[in-house]
């Protein structure tokens, strides 16, 4: 069982753990040690979580989220497996406690006169610059 906040845990159903050899250099030990963790949670079909959090959570996840509802989280940080399982728990969480937070409405504004005025201005005297870089006549 996973604890996300005091109201969320997520069962140990819902989550899936593969275990693959790790990209890059490491020795003799790349080509021999599973240390790589494919963590896979079952986000579409989670009973835990609310449907609104779901959406966010596929919205953040962005590439990570499949076509069967799954987020899927590949960590291979250190050589060390259990690690590597720690790190991926740890996202995992992070994500979805950044997908409980409700985004804030934004409140359309409109500039203020000051700030138009101030615009006008900088317009005008960019304006005026430009003006000047016309050629040159020789007046005599």
Do not use: H
């Not at 966010?56 to 996840?61: C, D």
């Not at 291979?76 to 804030?104: G, H, M, W």
């Not at 504004?109 to 317009?123: D, F, M, N, Q």
Request: hydrophobic content about 35%; overall charge positive; proline content about 5%.
């Amino acid at each position: 069982m996973l604890r996300i906040t005091d109201k969320i845990t997520l069962e140990d159903w819902e989550m899936s753990e593969a275990f693959t050899r790790s990209q890059g250099p490491g020795g003799q030990n790349v080509n021999k040690v599973s240390s790589a963790v494919e963590l896979r949670f079952e986000a579409e079909r989670s009973p835990n979580l609310p449907d609104p959090v779901k959406r966010r959570l596929k919205r953040l996840a962005g590439r990570r989220w499949t076509l069967d509802g799954a987020v899927l989280l590949r960590v291979e940080d250190t050589r060390s497996q259990a690690r590597n399982r720690e790190i991926a728990k740890e996202r995992l969480v992070e994500l979805i406690r950044k997908a409980l937070e409700k985004p804030k409405r934004r409140i359309p504004t409109r500039p203020t006169l000051g700030s138009k005025k101030r615009r006008l201005a900088e317009k005008a005297k960019r304006g005026e610059v430009k003006a000047l870089r016309g050629k040159v006549t020789r007046d005599e």
